[in-house]
């Protein structure tokens, strides 16, 4: 079975800092896709960024970036310049390459302090 | 990106009366749809994956007799809470799997709050 831990329940930053939020994965498959995805007040979940794990380089969107550490099952997320519209839960996700199943983490709330 | 629409985005219910959701993919075929349930301030837990044309697959613990699915169509699939009642109240997000192309990934619906009186 696999499973996605997000340790930080809660963390703030300060608007325009950067801010990493930690996520973990245990699973025995080679090959998986891991993602970040938001969820704002409105609960509506947003693809922040993707990461296959046959790529060894790290995946980026503009201000968002990952430190994918296959060897370590370790898959942080780096948001830069932190906006005030980053304020959401955030939660990291695992897919397996065969199947269609999604693993999610319990989720980060992140809160972008002005 | 890929559009997944949800119909209701609320409803408020009597106790015993049937909600059916409605999940559509916009701009993609998804062979696949997940419905997911969402209580506060927790994360999402899928309920069962849907496929077109066959069976859905539910996950330990759901009663398939109470959350009926059907995915009649490459774009279409739909939950129905059947004799809900109040503790079926909950925040429920269905995602649709685009697998065409180089990006296997899911997108997400805006969810359908249900509230059963």
């Known amino acids: 079975a696999q499973t996605v831990t997000q340790s930080q329940p809660e963390m703030s930053v300060q608007e325009a800092e950067t801010v990493t939020l930690s996520c973990t994965y245990d699973?025995?498959?080679?090959?998986?896709?891991l993602f970040w995805y938001k969820q704002p007040p409105s609960r509506q979940m947003i693809l922040v960024i993707r990461?296959?794990?046959?790529?060894?380089q790290n995946a980026t969107e503009n201000r968002f970036s990952v430190n994918f550490q296959k060897a370590a099952k370790s898959f942080s997320l780096k948001i830069s310049d932190s906006q005030l519209g980053d304020t959401a839960m955030y939660f990291c996700a695992f897919m397996k390459d065969t199947g269609n199943q999604f693993y999610f983490g319990t989720g980060t709330s992140l809160t972008v302090i002005p | 990106g890929a559009v997944v629409s949800q119909h209701p985005s609320w409803v408020i219910c009597k106790s015993g009366t049937s909600v059916k959701i409605e999940c559509r993919s916009l701009?993609?075929?998804?062979?696949?749809m997940f419905w997911y349930r969402q209580f506060p301030k927790q994360s999402l837990m899928l309920m069962a994956t849907s496929n077109e044309g066959s069976k859905a697959t539910y996950e330990q613990g759901v009663e398939k007799d109470k959350f009926l699915i059907n995915h009649a169509s490459l774009t279409l699939s739909t939950l129905t809470v059947t004799s809900a009642h109040p503790e079926d109240s909950s925040f429920y997000i269905c995602?649709?799997?685009?697998?065409?192309?180089?990006?296997?990934?899911?997108?997400f619906g805006p969810g359908t709050r249900l509230t059963v009186l």
């Open positions: 990461q296959e794990a046959y790529k060894q």
């Open positions: 701009d993609f075929q998804a062979t696949t």
């Open positions: 995602s649709a799997r685009d697998g065409g192309g180089a990006r296997d990934t899911q997108y």
């Open positions: 699973t025995s498959e080679s090959n998986y896709y």
